[in-house]
């Protein structure tokens, strides 16, 4: 089956550092890559929708320019925390799909902690 | 925001059938109801879809109700690994794009017990 790959699975760093975290689509070409957003004991929540080649559309209230999204490939998307802080610590999770009507895949996740 | 209740849990005992409903009584013609499951601290797993006919696959199978108000998606036989937070998910489908956005909400956590 499909497989989408995010790396890494886990980061720990100071505040006020960058921290990029990666996305791939494994064995298809994904148009679209989605990120969520997972606290603990919560739902997913979409923090935005990528498209190969064009800017990212972000959910109402989420931060574009301190979370910046990269999908350069069709097979890789890039999501940034800029200037992280304790409060961006949390469960990032990316999904990918193609241009068909076939059901979004998702990573394994990266937990993301700022000290 | 979710479309879509759930019950918040539900517990089955191994082998058994577990059976789980979700409300999605706004649902339009052209969406489709999505089921994905979190193993703790996992990525979401995709089990099935459908849009207005019964579904199975080799995990699992859907029963969607005429008026399309209701479905359930049944576990046949639960097993210890079966435990997990179902989502169920209205697709929506984003005008001008083939691939709707999942919005999740909070979802059903399934125990499985020996």
């Known amino acids: 089956g499909a497989v989408v790959s995010q790396h890494p699975s886990w980061v720990i760093c100071k505040s006020g550092t960058s921290v990029k975290i990666e996305c791939r689509s494994l064995?298809?070409?994904?148009?679209?890559m989605f990120w969520y957003r997972q606290f603990p004991k919560q739902s997913l929540m979409l923090m935005a929708t990528?498209?190969?080649?064009?800017?990212?559309?972000?959910e109402q209230g989420v931060e574009k320019d301190k979370f910046l999204i990269n999908h350069a490939s069709l097979t890789l998307s890039t999501l940034t925390v800029t200037s992280a802080h304790p409060e961006d610590s949390s469960f990032y999770i990316c999904?990918?799909?193609?241009?068909?009507?076939?059901?979004?895949?998702f990573g394994d996740g990266t937990r993301l902690s700022i000290l | 925001d979710a479309k879509t209740t759930q019950p918040t849990s539900m517990d089955c005992a191994e082998g058994r059938a577990a059976n789980l409903p979700c409300n999605h009584s706004?649902?339009?013609?052209?969406?489709?109801v999505y089921w994905y499951r979190q193993i703790h601290s996992q990525g979401p797993q995709y089990i099935i879809h459908?849009?207005?006919n019964n579904e199975t696959n080799e995990m699992a199978s859907l029963i969607i109700t005429e008026d399309r108000k209701s479905s359930t998606l049944i576990l046949p036989h639960a097993t210890l690994r079966d435990t997990a937070v179902y989502y169920c998910?209205?697709?929506?489908?984003?005008?001008?794009?083939?691939?709707?956005?999942?919005?999740f909400g909070r979802g059903t956590q399934l125990t499985v017990w020996p």
């Open positions: 064995d298809f070409q994904a148009t679209t």
């Open positions: 990528s498209n190969e080649g064009s800017k990212a559309t972000y």
């Open positions: 459908g849009l207005k």
């Open positions: 998910i209205v697709r929506v489908v984003v005008r001008g794009s083939t691939l709707g956005r999942l919005y």
């Open positions: 706004t649902i339009s013609g052209n969406e489709y």
């Open positions: 999904s990918a799909g193609d241009s068909s009507n076939q059901p979004q895949h």
